[in-house]
């Protein structure tokens, strides 16, 4: 399996932007098909954004992102990217990346094989 690291988290006021960033290690990164979740106290993780496995690949983003959410990856140097713009007090929770072998860019995280430790994201109003 691939190992992630998620980084780039933090405090930003309602408005602002955030990127996180998603480091794999151990296996051929473009082989993988990347998943962004999120986490919010007393909910479900629930898919934000995905990119089919080459850079510039396809993209499919849940409906509470799009236009404000933008997902990127860089095969060269095994990282892949979450740009938050436009961000709201909704928006806060503990962000994951994953990592998926399937051919297909699957939105159940239990289609994802490898997960980061997450990053806490905070939107202030």
């Known amino acids: 399996q691939v190992q992630l690291v998620e980084s780039g988290g933090g405090l930003v006021q309602a408005g602002g932007s955030l990127r996180v960033s998603c480091a794999a290690s151990?296996?051929?990164?473009?082989?993988?098909?990347i998943g962004w979740f999120r986490q919010a106290p007393g909910k479900e993780r629930e898919f934000v954004a995905g990119?089919?496995?080459?850079?510039?690949?396809?993209?499919y983003y849940a409906d509470s992102v799009k236009g404000r959410f933008a997902i990127s990856r860089d095969n060269a140097k095994s990282t892949a990217y979450l740009q938050m713009n436009l961000l709201k007090p909704e928006d806060t929770a503990v962000y994951y990346c994953a990592a998926s072998a399937r051919p297909a860019l699957p939105v159940s995280q239990y289609e994802y094989d490898s997960w980061g430790q997450g990053t806490q994201v905070t939107v202030s109003s």
């Open positions: 990119i089919t496995r080459w850079s510039g690949g396809n993209e």
């Open positions: 151990g296996r051929t990164f473009s082989n993988y098909v």
